[in-house]
């Protein structure tokens, strides 16, 4: 069984428009983190946003916050007022035990923003 | 700057023609990973170092071998390239393990094999 599924495989925004790209995630660990990562065209993976399963409150940095709903298994990332450089890859990733010795990544998403 | 490098960032080779890929590292972190992407796969974990001299396989580690001697630096090495490993990779390093323990990337390295 997959353990994070991004169901997207792409989505369509308007500048200054708000976005969601969708994320479960699947574990019996009780103790796991969540991140999210942007990949531009140049390829790089950047660190948006991350989420710890002990969190009592939705993380936030600046314009990306995650909405996460622990019973349902979802952390999507919501990203407000959107740019035309948001456009790119973006992964869900989990970080669980035992151990935590790996990211486990999803399929991604393609983001494009358009004017 | 606090950042993880590799190089070379691209490189085209031929079949079995021995190769490394340097990973370094400036923020004193103990743990590394090497990771390699695929169209439609995401990323997937090759191998990983917990400490210097603390190494072990992740989920696709065949046909690669890696060492840490020091904590700074952590190459990748493919004794006997073939095609079905032309990929993009990336080094990552975090502070630790443990779920909070945010894991940062290298720029990558876009290898391709004749």
């Known amino acids: 069984a997959q353990k994070i599924t991004q169901t997207q495989p792409g989505m369509f925004v308007q500048e200054k428009e708000a976005v969601t790209l969708d994320c479960t995630y699947d574990?019996?660990?009780?103790?796991?983190?969540l991140f999210w990562y942007k990949q531009p065209s140049s390829g790089e993976m950047i660190f948006l946003i991350y989420?710890?399963?002990?969190?009592?409150q939705n993380a936030t940095e600046g314009r990306y916050s995650l909405n996460f709903q622990k019973a349902r298994k979802s952390a999507n990332l919501v990203i407000s007022a959107s740019q035309l450089g948001d456009s790119a890859m973006y992964f869900c990733?989990?970080?669980?035990?035992?151990?935590?010795?790996?990211?486990?990544f999803g399929t991604g998403t393609r983001l494009l923003v358009s004017p | 700057e606090a950042q993880v490098t590799q190089n070379p960032r691209y490189l085209i080779t031929v079949t079995g023609k021995k190769l490394t890929v340097t990973c370094s590292q400036n923020?004193?972190?103990?743990?590394m990973s090497w990771y390699r992407q695929d169209p439609g796969l995401g990323l997937r974990q090759i191998y990983y170092?917990?400490?210097?001299?603390?190494?072990d396989k992740g989920d696709v580690p065949e046909g690669y071998k890696v060492s840490r001697k020091e904590k700074r630096n952590f190459p990748l090495i493919l004794e006997s390239p073939s095609p079905n490993q032309t990929s993009l990779y990336f080094c990552?390093?975090?502070?630790?393990?443990?779920?909070?323990?945010?894991?940062?990337f290298g720029p990558g390295t876009r290898l391709t094999v004749l």
């Open positions: 990552a390093s975090s502070l630790s393990t443990g779920p909070r323990n945010t894991q940062y």
């Open positions: 574990t019996s660990d009780p103790s796991y983190g």
């Open positions: 989420q710890g399963s002990y969190d009592q």
């Open positions: 990733a989990m970080r669980e035990g035992p151990g935590f010795q790996k990211l486990v």
């Open positions: 923020m004193n972190h103990e743990y």
């Open positions: 170092s917990m400490n210097v001299e603390v190494t």
